[in-house]
């Protein structure tokens, strides 16, 4: 950059927009599954006392409302056994009514998430987070799983700046949730990925000649300017509660002006996370579909 020019601007993707199109086109999907007599219903698991869990479920129950779809809350509460736990994974997956499960995590303390993640049927699992559909996006077979909303989001804002086959990425964090899934779903796609973590040694220097950083930490405002470089397209996934306020893994206004564009938190991957968790309810309530009568 010249140092006599002003630094550009660096766009916001929001998430708003995309998020319009897939919930009206879940919404037309849920009308037609009804209509064939199997309206479509997704089960929240909550198991603690955290408040963003409990408001996130709020949220997408209301969401779900608008859209013609059923979800029912499990609020097991942050007392819960891990056997009451596990039933209530097991009993959800049985439920023939039942097409789409979501446990909301964090889970209070002492509850094993991944043994209560291993009782949730795959093709119930519409976080796309058990060991089988994370297997299927590493094994190639993408478009037989389903796969993480985060992920999915990360990769469509990312995508509104062009294709990602051939372009370097970084991806920072190797959490369960976003991490992982986004791995192999950015290397189904062609590009080229760097995943730095807590052990990554001179991380600026790390992602220096990536075009697109994803970031998913969970710590609040961890990446700053001074590690990014001008001109990269920067996703963040992060959620995080600072002095009461939202804000993402990024320090937005540190960035401003570095990078060529940017997801607000609130307002980017988040909004567009919710909607594509119903798009896999729909996905997975036509797959059963399918399975028992051959077609809607």
Known sequence: MNPNEAPQA?????????AKEVKLTVGEAAERLAAAGTPPKM?????SEDPASVTY??????????????VEIHHLGMRTTQAELLAICRALSADGTVHGILLELPLAAGLDADEALGEIAPEKDIDGLTPYNLGLISAGKEADALTSATAQACILLAETQGPLAGKRVALIGRGRTVGRPLMGMLV?????????HTRTRDLKAAIADCEVVMVAIGKARRITGAELGAGQVVIDAGINYLDGKLVGDVDAASVEGVAAALTPVPGGVGPLTSALIFQNLIRAAERSVRSHHGGV
């Open 10 to 18: 660096t766009v916001k993707l929001r998430g708003d927009v995309l």
């Open 43 to 47: 089960a929240v698991i909550l198991a």
């Open 57 to 70: 479920a709020e949220a997408k129950k209301k969401a779900a409302a608008a859209l013609g779809i059923e």
């Open 188 to 196: 189904n796609r062609h590009a080229t990925v760097t995943v730095c």
